[in-house]
């Protein structure tokens, strides 16, 4: 069962489109706050990933990374043909490991920060992880300034900001390798679309827009495949509703004792498989994210992007709009504007 298990979740993962496992280049990945709720079962999950090397997966955290690295390096996953005993994970504690954490990075994932309370929103969060993505953005600019950085850390729709204008003050910024992870969003309005519609749920998909908070979270069903005609208007207002309040909905439904660490992990990991298989040059790899955009007039903006060998190769366009939707793109921009200003003013401000 166990066995079963392993091939089913690394099978989910790999989602290649004719990948050859055979031929991929071995890939460094970086876990930065790889002990917290959503780092742990991201690193089991990136453990389990084809893609990554297996002495590769470094994890960062403040404490209890040793713990954690040495329960995820347990697992029989493959290691290279001449794996000499070096541990397959390696795990780093306090800001004096943090350098060696990073040092060649192909691909840095940050889900560090607190996680959200009982009545707390994603702005109530923005104080304390400001500083902590601050301080990590300028390690990455220092140690691996051509990684993939992948922001989980929220309010997204701020750090992100900060992130790349940290990076503008070392010389490092490349717009095109730095991705405010949006794919809960996605997985929220796949999964909510299928339970409605009565679809398969992995034959669904759902472009979701905009940002990565509340009402600046659009998803685009009028463009969901496949597409259903059984959906009244009430039901895609409900629908996106629930999707843009889908945080809110497990942190209330843990009572006070979580987030949404779980499904954040999972979509985290996604996000990051999409990512390593543009870096080995696998075509035609799409996934929405929420990048430097041209797409409105905000300055980061997620939309589909097509990911490559050198981070995003294209940004797509919204597509054609039901009326609903051009309403909530127009509801959405004074927050997200709100938001990005934010992140930029504590970057240059702190």
């Not at 990565?212 to 509703?241: C, M, R, Y």
Request: proline share 5%.
């Amino acid at each position: 069962m166990r066995s079963s298990l392993l091939k089913s979740t690394s099978e989910l993962l790999r989602r290649t489109r004719g990948y050859s496992s055979s031929a991929k280049p071995e890939r460094k990945v970086a876990i930065l706050g790889a002990a917290g709720g959503i780092g742990q079962p991201l690193s089991l999950l990136m453990k389990l990933n084809p893609l990554v090397s297996s002495l590769s997966l470094s994890l960062y955290d403040i404490a209890g990374t040793v713990g954690v690295a040495a329960d995820v390096s347990h697992i029989n996953t493959p290691a290279p043909a001449d794996w000499s005993g070096v541990p397959q994970v390696k795990g780093f504690m306090g800001d004096d490991q943090l350098g060696e954490a990073l040092e060649g990075s192909d691909v840095v994932i940050i889900p560090a920060g607190v996680p959200r309370k009982p009545g707390m929103t994603r702005d109530d969060l923005f104080n304390i992880n400001a500083g902590i993505v601050k301080a990590l953005s300028t390690a990455i600019a220092k140690h691996c300034p051509n990684a993939l950085v992948n922001m989980i850390s929220n309010p997204v729709n701020s750090t992100v900001p900060i992130a790349a204008e940290v990076f503008k003050k070392a010389g490092t910024y490349d717009e095109k390798k730095l991705f405010g992870v949006t794919t809960l969003d996605v997985v929220r309005a796949k999964t909510f679309y299928a339970g409605k519609a009565g679809v398969p749920v992995t034959e669904v998909n759902v472009p979701v827009v905009g940002g990565h908070a509340g009402i600046t979270i659009l998803p685009l069903f009028s463009q969901a495949t496949p597409p259903s005609n059984s959906l009244s208007q009430e039901d895609i207002v409900a629908l996106t509703k629930r999707t843009q309040d889908g945080g809110t909905e497990v942190v209330e439904a843990k009572a006070g004792k979580g987030s949404a660490t779980l499904s954040m992990a999972y979509a985290g990991a996604v996000f990051a498989h999409a990512c390593l298989k543009g870096l080995n040059g696998v075509p035609d790899v799409v996934e929405c994210s929420f990048v430097q955009s041209t797409v409105t007039e905000l300055p980061f903006f997620a939309s589909k992007v097509r990911l490559g060998k050198n981070g995003v190769e294209e940004v797509f366009g919204l597509g054609e709009l039901s009326d609903f939707e051009k309403q909530g793109l127009e509801n959405l921009k004074g927050e997200l504007k709100a938001s990005i200003e934010k992140g930029i003013k504590f970057a240059h401000g702190n």
